[in-house]
Every structure is written in structure tokens, then in C-alpha cells.
């Protein structure tokens, strides 16, 4: 049985060349393959606030829904190292806020560490996360939660002074003790040059292949959300297709009483 990776064992992956796998879980059956599958690494992302919740963005997702949710990936994922995402609202006001509800996610989410979304402007808040005991991953790039603000769902960082601007957001995010940062949907070389610039993991998603890891979003990976479908997402499977045919299949066989055939049936 392998054993749950540690904040010092994933800055170590980066040192010694290891890729780092993240998938998004926000269930216990998904927590359960994702172990099975040797992924060492859970984000349980407010993403579900769209793809389990039904809702038009991440921003109405609460910390109960999202405790609720990391907890049932948790219980699936014993060994997977859980990142539970902090929703909008919950850490980007006061440290004393963003310290209470990060420890929720730790004593009643089951959760390992949380991520924040911000560059140089969340560093304060991410360095009392971090001196309050709680680990923090950093979000840079394309941060969902101030989608509004950044003009919609698009590629960041193009241009010599935004790029600067990332640089520093994810210098800023070191310094203040993160044990990581998300790089999301960045051009590659600028996602190589931050890597190499910084001494803990950059986990890209859109970011190319020159960063420390990669995480998706499980629902996009296995076809269960085709409200929109970024460029950067690799389908590897299509379960959205086949849990259609095999509901119809089961609309069709009852209408037409071939099932419950014998076989399901008591005598
Ligand atoms: O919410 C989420 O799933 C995320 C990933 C896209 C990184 O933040």
C-alpha cells in the first residue's frame, strides 16, 4: 500500500524531476478510482459548483457544499494527498476569516491542504494560512473566481507585462509559503520559465508540458460536462455517451417489459 504523500514529499517530486498527477474528485466512488488508479494527488475544485451542482459559475459555491463534498472524495481516497479549493468569499476578505474557514476544510473536510486563487495580492493571506499550520496551493493565470474581471474564460499572461506580472504573482506565492501553484491557462514557455524560476511545484492545466505536474477536471476527462469544453482538455473517455445509451436501454426494455426478465426476477 503506498503511503499518503506529505507537503516536503511533493517539493521533493519537483527536485528529483517526478511528475505530480492531480485529478479533481468531488465523490466518494471518484475518490475510490482515483486511488485505485495511483493518482497521488486530490484537488476537490469549487469547479463542482458546475459540474455536480448545475450552477453558471464557481462563485455561488459555499464552504458547507464544499466541506460536504471534500469529505466524500476523502472518504474514497485514503491515500491521495486532498487539496480542497476555498471558495469565493471564504478566504479573500480577512486572514482571520481565510484561517477559520481553512481549518474547516482540515478538521471536518478531511482535507490535507486548500488552494486559493490570487497572486501578489493574496500572498498576505496566504502566508497566515501557512503560519496557522495549513498548507495552501497557489492559483495563478486563469483564477475562475474573478473570471469577470479577467474578461472571460482566455488565455493569460500574453504580452511582456503580463507575463511579468504572473512571474512575480507566483514569486510572491513562494515567498509567502506555498507549497505549490496552479498555473492555469498560461502560453507554455511562460509556464516553463515560472518553473524554473521557482523551487516548489507548478501544476499546469492549459499551461503546457514543461510544468512540475498536471491536474484536469474529472468530470471533463471522462465526457460527463459538455456545457463547454476548454481547448487544453484531453478527453480519455466518454462515459457521458454511455451512460445514455444504457439510460434509453433501460427506458426502452421496461416500456416494452423485457426487463425484469426471468433472470431479475423471484420465483
Ligand atoms: O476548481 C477547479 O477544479 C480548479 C482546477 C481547474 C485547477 O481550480
Same mark, same amino acid.
Given at each position: 500500500m503506498s503511503k499518503k504523500l506529505t507537503v516536503p514529499d511533493i517539493i521533493e517530486m519537483k527536485k528529483e524531476g517526478r511528475k505530480i498527477s492531480m485529478m479533481t474528485a468531488y465523490d466518494y466512488p471518484t475518490g475510490m478510482f482515483i486511488e485505485k488508479a495511483g493518482i497521488n494527488t486530490i484537488l476537490v475544485g469549487d469547479s463542482l459548483a458546475m459540474t %455536480?451542482? @448545475?450552477?453558471? @459559475?464557481?462563485?455561488? %459555491?459555499t464552504v458547507d457544499e464544499m466541506i460536504h463534498h471534500t469529505k466524500a472524495g476523502a472518504r474514497g481516497a485514503k491515500n491521495p494527498f486532498i487539496i480542497a479549493d476555498m471558495p469565493f468569499g471564504s478566504y479573500n476578505t480577512t486572514e482571520e476569516k481565510a484561517i477559520d474557514n481553512a481549518s474547516r476544510f482540515l478538521?471536518? @473536510?478531511?482535507?490535507?491542504a486548500v488552494k486559493l486563487e490570487g497572486g501578489t495580492e493574496m500572498a498576505g493571506i496566504t502566508r497566515a494560512v501557512v503560519d496557522a499550520g495549513i498548507p495552501v496551493l497557489g492559483h495563478i493565470g486563469l483564477t475562475p473566481q474573478t473570471v469577470a474581471q479577467l474578461g472571460g474564460y482566455k488565455v493569460q499572461g500574453r504580452g511582456e507585462e503580463r507575463a511579468q506580472k504572473l512571474m512575480e504573482d507566483a514569486k510572491a506565492l513562494e515567498d509567502a509559503g506555498a507549497f505549490g501553484v496552479v498555473l492555469e491557462c498560461i502560453p507554455l514557455g511562460l509556464a516553463g520559465e515560472i518553473t524554473e524560476a521557482i523551487g516548489i511545484p507548478t501544476i499546469g492545466i492549459g499551461a @503546457? %508540458?514543461?510544468?512540475d505536474g498536471q491536474v484536469l477536471v474529472y468530470n471533463d476527462v471522462m465526457g460527463l460536462f459538455d456545457k463547454f469544453t476548454p481547448k487544453f482538455v484531453k478527453p480519455y473517455a466518454d462515459l457521458g455517451d454511455q451512460i445514455l445509451k444504457a439510460l434509453e436501454q433501460f427506458k426502452k426494455e421496461v416500456e416494452e417489459e423485457v426487463f425484469p426478465g426471468e433472470e431479475y426476477s423471484f420465483k
Open positions: %455536480v451542482l @448545475g450552477y453558471e @459559475g464557481t462563485i455561488p %459555491v478538521k471536518e @473536510g478531511m482535507a490535507d @503546457g %508540458v514543461h510544468c
